[in-house]
């Protein structure tokens, strides 16, 4: 566990002291954890596991099936 000394203004204090009450939690540094937490779940890029990116590459290589209209590809379709 790291240790710091912040300065944060005083609208992020009131913040952090709704979220520790809200959610009761011990103290301030329970919340940022948890208000670190979910800023990391919905706005960092999540790491893809590697079946995954394995069968993204799977996918990239695949060829499609080329057609001039939605026409064309309607006969495909309805003719597979």
Known sequence: ??????NIEE???RV????KAKYGLKDKSEAINLVVDTYEENFLEPELKPEYVEKLKK???????????EQELRK????A
Not at 1 to 6: D, E, G, K, R
Not at 76 to 79: L, T
């Open 1 to 6: 566990m790291v240790q710091a000394v912040i």
């Open 11 to 13: 609208n992020s204090n």
């Open 16 to 19: 952090l002291n709704i979220v």
């Open 59 to 69: 996918i990239k290589k695949e060829k499609g099936i080329p057609f001039k209209s």
């Open 76 to 79: 495909i379709i309805e003719n």
